[in-house]
């Protein structure tokens, strides 16, 4: 059946085969989530250097103790400070660390949990501190720090906090400055020159995390070379130095730490789930900048422009970060992330449209000489090779292009990809309204309106796009595609069955205008 298809028939085909098994996959296989069936305590084991050297040429050590094997204070988790955003709440633990940051916006409740929580149950929390040292990191992991501050509100500037844990032989001191925009400057202060290491913090793993959303690590170095280990990837543990950022990231939310000096060493571990860890190695004094909060670009922007890098879209970034650039500048003119998308289509679909108009003008000529080559195919049946040349005669004559329709389908795959990759991870569009119904354009359409729609266009697309099938079966095959598509797309977020959508009416606009230019073409050239 496949050597009567013409090549894009067989691109199309190919195409759709390998998006459903994509998706199937998926769907059935989701990708591995930290088990919420490790122990509770505040942290999980990690196998962190033993007797490995980091790249800054600082000596081997051990710290072969195990994270899990916790103190009652680690258990209790005591609150030493709570400080109070206009959207958030952030608590400080006994350990010195930021223990959980809670938002309490309503576009990011969880259905399970009620408000969404920025710092995992389980694994190492944002600002943890752990010694080299296996007896002075046992007396640290029981010693409770102190704060000097216990309660305080952000939502007019900023409050400073000192906490201090004094070890029999050593005095922390982390002095700590809170932002309203959820940035954090720490000074870490060490009473002796001791080996350490600060922790990022793990993410957590939402209820409604999207298929294909990557979560993981992110190490952005030198020239921005981003360097990204996914849960359930990480191996060996690698060390990075020339460090702009590094971030443990889920879709939507970041813990972040930045404004690293050029020769800090940034580490990458795993834990027992193959989920990677980061921690950065100390000083005597220690100074940098943090973040947790959601990957919004402006918010990230307006802290440190570096800090965008942060939103991350995979292979596709050379198209995804320009298109994000244009939707953003959209919006602020229309001021709805809906019609936004609505636009960003039709610019994409006008950009593309020479191209297009190319590839579709070839398909309503391989069309018309369809009867002309199934003639030469009869005749040279047995001399492939008379009956290949005799085709490729008859298109250069007809000045058909076999693979004159490729080319658009082609161009459009990586702006598809790209779109799915910004509207996947645009934490703006968490909340967005569309009309009516769509009140969250991060979310599924609840009523499946819009993918019954995408899948009606798609199929009477079909109908007025010209074909040349030469077998019933195959013919059957494309007619189920707008079905197969819907079936997919009926659990994606809103905002990309909009584009999708959006993408189809403007191809059937664009189909009726071609065939209208190919009628007018064939007219004019019998006369």
């Not at 962190?48 to 680690?74: F, M, N, R």
């Not at 590094?246 to 060493?265: C, E, G, N, R, W």
């Not at 943090?290 to 800090?307: A, F, H, S, V």
């Not at 001021?335 to 610019?347: A, E």
Request: aromatic residues 12%.
């Amino acid at each position: 059946m496949l050597d009567k298809m013409s090549s894009n028939q067989r691109l199309i085909l190919a195409l759709a085969i390998s998006f459903a098994f994509f998706m199937g996959y998926t769907t059935l296989f989701p990708p591995k989530q930290v088990s919420s069936e490790l122990n509770t305590s505040i942290e999980t084991k990690t196998s962190l250097p033993t007797g490995s050297s980091s790249s800054s040429g600082t000596s081997s050590v051990d710290l072969g103790h195990d994270i899990s094997s916790t103190s009652s204070v680690q258990s209790d988790n005591a609150i030493l400070a709570t400080l109070t955003g206009e959207n958030y709440v952030l608590s400080i633990d006994t350990l010195g660390r930021i223990s959980q940051k809670e938002m309490l916006e309503e576009k990011f409740a969880d259905d399970e949990t009620g408000h969404a929580k920025l710092v995992a149950d389980v694994g190492a929390k944002p600002l943890y501190i752990r010694f080299a040292d296996k007896t002075l990191n046992q007396e640290a992991m029981t010693t409770p720090y102190t704060s000097d501050v216990k309660e305080a509100n952000l939502v007019d500037g900023h409050v400073s906090i000192t906490l201090t844990q004094k070890l029999s032989s050593l005095t922390v001191v982390k002095n700590l400055t809170f932002y309203a925009d959820g940035h954090y400057d720490i000074n870490i202060k060490l009473s002796e020159d001791k080996r350490y290491y600060v922790y990022l913090g793990m993410h957590p793993t939402f209820a409604d995390k999207q298929m294909m959303s990557v979560e993981g690590v992110m190490v952005d170095t030198g020239d921005h070379l981003i360097n990204i280990v996914e849960d359930g990837d990480a191996s060996s543990m690698t060390s990075y130095n020339d460090v702009n950022l590094v971030s443990s990231f889920s879709q939507y939310f970041a813990s972040i730490f930045y404004s690293l000096d050029k020769d800090t060493t940034v580490k990458v571990d795993r834990d027992r789930d193959d989920n990677p860890v980061a921690f950065v190695e100390g000083l005597q004094d220690f100074t940098f900048n943090g973040y947790i909060g959601p990957k919004d670009y402006l918010i990230l922007e307006g802290i440190n422009p570096d800090l965008v890098h942060a939103i991350e879209y995979g292979w596709f970034t050379f198209a995804a970060a320009p298109l994000f650039q244009l939707l953003m500048f959209l919006h602020d003119y229309v001021g709805n992330w809906g019609w936004s998308i609505v636009l960003l289509t039709l610019i994409i679909r006008l950009v593309l449209f020479p191209l297009t108009f190319k590839g579709m003008i070839s398909m309503q000529k391989l069309k018309e000489v369809s009867p002309k080559v199934k003639e030469l195919q009869a005749k040279f049946k047995g001399d492939p090779q008379r009956m290949n040349a005799a085709v490729m005669a008859l298109y250069k004559k007809e000045g058909a292009n076999p693979l004159g329709g490729c080319l658009p389908l082609l161009m459009q795959i990586p702006v598809f990809f790209a779109i799915y990759r910004v509207l996947l991870n645009a934490v703006e569009l968490k909340g967005a309204d569309w009309i009516l119904w769509i009140n969250d354009l991060a979310h599924m359409d609840p009523y499946f309106v819009l993918p019954i729609l995408m899948g009606a266009s798609m199929y009477y697309q079909q109908r007025i796009t010209p074909s040349n099938f030469t077998d019933p079966m195959q013919e059957k095959i494309f007619r189920f595609l707008p079905i197969i598509f819907t079936f997919f797309f009926v659990t994606f977020p809103a905002g990309l069955v909009l584009y999708w959508l959006m993408n189809n009416i403007f191809s059937i606009a664009q189909q009726f205008v071609v065939n209208n230019k190919f009628k007018a073409m064939k007219k004019a050239k019998e006369v």
